[in-house]
């Protein structure tokens, strides 16, 4: 059954409730493949299969820039689709076949060390940024269509970022107490890939399924050519400002999320802490999220962003303070930057859907794949860019690699440079942030009065 296209424009029906809730299932894939390689990649290939810091920086950083080129493309050929299903819909279910099994090869630890092994990474990454995005582009895009109405688009969202919660929360969890179960085994991290990539299958699949009830009321069009879309993102300067503040704190999240599992294993004294630490990190996210949606309310979406963008910093700025075994600041330090991370993870999406229609609004013409793509292209280098930047202050610090059969002692510095990168680096970048979302604030009063 395909999506049928609405012709008529009285008041838009509210979507059915299966289309609400099976669109969230989508975010099961966006935040765990946000979340699992972020958060563990990188230290799968330092000390499980003794990739040097550098080196396994670039294998976890090039593929995922891939994006950067790839997301666009994607979102023009989904433009352009006539295939049966609508122009969306096929695009999800390619995604939905190829990210599982991509994953779990991702993370099948063959009998390789040291370079080799990146290589194989790096490749397999690849194949799975590429498989994301043929499904991520394509989701973001959807709700624009679905309905003109904003309320019942925030409704949508709603549940999108609900499941976004659960899928940050479970994934954050479940990869790492699986991965150390047997002691940073090969074995172990084969299973974790297997069981993260079932989550994903379950949400994208699901995704696919439950959308073909979906109507389509509006088809928006990308521009033909990365050009011609930076081109368009130049011309609207709140969209310019947006992304560049979220593409800072998605590299300051991202930082954070590849260091998460240095800091437990050599700053609080056990791997095995990474599961608790993460669970203070994203765990207020389902408690507090719904609250900054009321103080958006409130307030104004504006404010309530400088509020957790302000939140975020103090709470990094804390975390360079824990010190050798300091657990309970380190504690405390998290899960300030967890509480926060909830409103940075649902404010920003509420403001670009509102650019977005002003950019309607203004110029009568709907761009919403073009700036969904790019959105989805910069906060996914944001993210990769995230686990290279800790990479490289490993490597500076002198971070000396191993596999799971022999451990190594680190050097003082390199001890150091695992609590800066957890908190100094993503505090510099937060501060960067708040000056974009200033200039933000100041290019919605410069915008011309939208025609009624």
Known sequence: MSADVRTDWGPAPQLPRRVRIGYGLGSLCTGTFATVPGLILLYYLTNVLAVPAAVAGAAVFLPKAWDVLINPLVGALSDRSRLRGGPRRPFLLIGACTLPPFFALLFAAPPLRGAAAAGYVAVLFLLAATAYAVFQVPYVTMPAEMTEDPAERGRVLAWRVAFLGVAILLSGALAPAIAHADGDTAASYRLMGIAVAVLLALGMSGAWFTTRWAPTVARSEAEPSLRAQLAAARSNRPFL??????????????????????????????????????????????????????????????????????????????????????????????????????????????????????????????????????????ETLAFALGAGAFALVLAVTGFRASDADHRVDQPDMALAGITAGMSVLPAVLAVASLWLLHRYSDSLKEEPAHAD
């Not at 939140?311 to 504690?331: N, S």
């Not at 920003?348 to 969904?372: E, H």
């Open 241 to 378: 400002f947006l992304a560049g503040m979220w593409s800072l704190q998605a590299l300051a999240i991202g930082v954070m999320l590849a260091g998460v599992q240095y800091f437990a294993t050599y700053t609080l004294g056990s791997a095995n802490a990474v599961t608790p630490l993460f669970a203070c990190m994203i765990g207020p996210l389902v408690l507090f999220m719904p609250l900054w949606n009321r103080l958006a309310r409130l307030r104004g979406t504006t404010c309530a962003q400088w509020c957790a963008s302000l939140l975020y910093l103090a709470g990094a700025v804390v975390l360079a303070f824990t010190r050798q075994g300091g657990t309970a600041l380190g504690y405390t330090a998290v899960v300030v930057v967890g509480i926060a991370y909830a409103g940075l993870q649902l404010l920003p999406l509420t403001m670009l859907a509102d650019t977005l229609a002003a950019d309607v609004a203004r110029t009568g013409r709907r761009r919403a794949a073009t700036f969904t793509g790019l959105w989805t292209a910069a």
